[in-house]
C-alpha cells in the first residue's frame, strides 16, 4: 500500500475529495485544511492500494496538481486496518505485481545519474574483476559483481523506452557508456600496475584459466542467462523485490566482461579484448530487450487487471 500526501488548491479540492472517495482501493482519506504554506493549499492525506495508484495520480496530473501543488508518493510498510482490508478486495488485481510508474520512473532517474560515486564503483567493481581474471578465481569475480551498479543505467533504459522519454533514455545511456569506458579504463591501469610491480601473472594464458575463460567466450548460454537476468533483474525492481541481490545476478553479465577488456588490453591479447567485448555487447543488449518486453507485459497485465480509469 502507498501513501499519497496532496497539496490540492482550493478550487480544485471538491472534486479531488469526491472522486477520491468514489476510487476503488482508496482508504484513509484526511484533509487538514490550510495545512500548507508552500505552495499554498489544502493538505490532503490518503492510503492507496498498489493496483490504484497509477489511476489516481494520471487523474491528479489532468487536473493540474502536480503544477499548483503537489503529488508525494511514500511507500506503507505495515498498514493494520479493516478499511485497508476492504480496499484491497475492492481495487482489481493484485498489489505485489502492480507497476506504480512514477515510483519507478523516479528510482530509475535516481540509480541513473552519472555522479563521481557511481563511476567509483564501477572503477573499483572492474578492478577486483581483472584481479579475479588474472587470478582465476571465481570468489573475486562474484566480489566485483556484488560492487557493480551498472544496473541502474541498464534499468533507466528500459523504463525510458516503454514510457518514450527521450531525454532520460539519452541520460541513462550515456552513464551507462561512460561507467563501463571507467571501468575497462581502471582495469587497464590495475592491470599495468600490477605488471610493473610483479604481482600479475607474466602471461595471459587462456588455458591457464579454466574458471574465467568463459567471460572473453560468448555463447549461447550466455546470451539466455543475459535474457534471464534482464527479466529478472526488472521485475526486482518494479515490485521493489530484493533489487540489491537481484543486482549481483546482472552483474554476472557485465562487470566481468569489462574488468576482461581492461586486462586483456594490458597483456596486448587483442583476440580477448574483442571477446569480452562481445560478450558486453551481448549481454547488455539482452538486458535491455527482455527488460523492455518484460515491462510491456507487466504494464499490459497490469491495465487488464485494473480496467481503464475512472
Known amino acids: 500500500m502507498q501513501q499519497l500526501r496532496l497539496i490540492i488548491p482550493c478550487d480544485l479540492l471538491p472534486d479531488v475529495l469526491v472522486r477520491l472517495g468514489d476510487t476503488p482501493g482508496v482508504a484513509h482519506l484526511v484533509h487538514l485544511p490550510e495545512a500548507t504554506t508552500v505552495p499554498a493549499g489544502e493538505l490532503v492525506l490518503c492510503d492507496v492500494v498498489r493496483e490504484s495508484v497509477n489511476e489516481v495520480v494520471e487523474w491528479l496530473q489532468e487536473l493540474g496538481v502536480h503544477h499548483r501543488g503537489a503529488i508525494v508518493v511514500d511507500a506503507l510498510e505495515t498498514v493494520i486496518s479493516d478499511a485497508a482490508e476492504t480496499a484491497e478486495e475492492s481495487a482489481p488485481g493484485y498489489g505485489a505485481d502492480a507497476l506504480v510508474w512514477e515510483e519507478l520512473e523516479f528510482r530509475a532517474r535516481e540509480e541513473a545519474m552519472l555522479t563521481p560515486s557511481f563511476l567509483v564503483f564501477m572503477a573499483v567493481a572492474a578492478m577486483i574483476a581483472a584481479a579475479g581474471i588474472l587470478l582465476d578465481s571465481p570468489i573475486l569475480i562474484v566480489g566485483a559483481m556484488v560492487v557493480g551498479p551498472e544496473y541502474g543505467p541498464v534499468a533507466a533504459i ?137 515491462l510491456v507485459v507487466q504494464a499490459r497485465m497490469t491495465a487488464a487487471a485494473t480496467g481503464p480509469p475512472a
Open 158 to 294: 528500459c523504463i525510458n523506452v516503454v514510457r518514450r522519454r527521450r531525454k532520460a533514455f539519452a541520460a541513462a545511456a550515456a552513464t551507462l557508456a561512460v561507467g563501463l569506458a571507467v571501468g575497462a579504463l581502471a582495469s587497464y591501469v590495475a592491470t599495468v600496475a600490477f605488471r610493473l610491480t610483479r604481482i600479475a601473472p607474466d602471461g595471459y594464458e587462456i588455458g591457464s584459466r579454466q574458471l574465467t575463460a568463459f567471460i572473453s567466450k560468448p555463447d549461447g548460454i550466455a546470451a539466455v542467462v543475459a535474457v534471464l537476468a534482464g527479466i529478472i533483474g526488472m521485475l526486482s525492481l518494479s515490485q521493489a523485490r530484493s533489487a540489491s541481490l537481484i543486482g549481483v545476478l546482472v552483474s554476472v553479465t557485465t562487470i566481468p566482461a569489462v574488468g576482461n577488456i581492461g586486462a586483456a588490453t594490458a597483456y596486448g591479447e587483442w583476440s580477448e579484448v574483442g571477446g569480452a567485448a562481445m560478450q558486453l555487447a551481448l549481454n547488455v543488449v539482452g538486458l535491455v530487450l527482455a527488460g523492455v518486453v518484460t
